[in-house]
């Protein structure tokens, strides 16, 4: 981490303190390309940031400073006023910390180099919200790897970030924007490729009843508004729905993600 720090009786910083500014800039894509660095905010996020070493800068409020000193034990950090964090900040009532921590992309090739067994892959998916709610299930579901593929949201963006509760720093997280090639190259590592849609042919009840989900697999999510493009459906080894039992239309996004990334939890745990 970047060992700088306020004196006794230094001035809190502002919105025009340098380091301020450009950690504000962070919030655009561009200049988080531009600089290779993120905004990871609240303290769950921070702690996680630590842990996985990704820390280059922590600001916090006094108030943040109180609330959050066991988090901050042993680590450096800057005191910044209200106005500052609320610049800094993503969420209408900040936490008083946050952190600049460096970008957390990992090749396809070297997250498929270390033989996953479960992968989620969000194609195209625009809203960071339920991109940030599919790192935290996958996550949470035991897969190694998440892949943003196509034309995706960035998962540093601060909302996806904050959706994930911290996952983001437990997982590969790798942006391939050639969807087509990232499909081949989950057949070629010896992954099983199975697109979501809602009118799939095979059942996902069946799967789980054959055994084939312990298969190491690699599931393929479209986005809520259009769902996965036809040309990557028909490209998967199965085109999959999760069966409705009751009156509801559909499920949304995490909620088919949930249930198809714990299918194959529980197949491959057994």
């Not at 498929?112 to 625009?126: F, M, Q």
């Amino acid at each position: 981490m970047t060992q700088h720090f306020q004196r006794p009786g230094d001035p809190l910083f502002t919105q025009r303190t340098p380091r301020v500014v450009a950690a504000t800039k962070l919030h655009r894509r561009r200049d988080r390309e531009k600089a290779g660095r993120f905004l990871a905010e609240g303290p769950q996020a921070v702690r996680e940031a630590l842990e996985a070493g990704a820390v280059r800068e922590i600001f916090v409020t006094e108030d943040g400073r109180a609330r959050h000193r066991t988090l901050l034990r042993g680590a450096t950090f800057s005191v910044v006023n209200d106005e500052a964090m609320q610049s800094l900040a993503d969420t209408v009532t900040p936490q008083g910390v946050i952190a600049v921590c460096d970008l957390l992309d990992v090749p396809l090739e070297a997250a498929l180099a270390r033989a996953p067994r479960l992968v989620a892959v969000a194609v195209e998916i625009r809203d960071p919200g339920n991109a940030g709610t599919v790192l935290r299930t996958a996550d949470a579901a035991g897969a190694t790897a998440v892949i943003f593929a196509g034309d995706a949201v960035d998962p540093f963006n601060p909302k996806c970030v904050r959706a994930s509760a911290g996952s983001l720093f437990h997982l590969d997280v790798v942006r391939a924007p050639d969807a087509a090639a990232t499909l081949a190259a989950l057949r070629e590592a010896g992954l099983r490729t199975l697109a979501t849609s809602g009118y799939g042919a095979t059942d996902l009840d069946d799967l789980a009843d054959d055994g084939s989900l312990a298969r190491p697999t690699a599931w393929l999510f479209g986005s809520e508004a259009h769902g996965l493009p036809d040309d990557l459906r028909d490209a998967a080894d199965a085109a999959v729905r999760v069966p409705i039992h009751g009156r509801a239309e559909s499920l949304n996004l995490a909620a088919a993600a949930a249930v198809c990334l714990y299918a194959s939890a529980r197949a491959q745990r057994r």
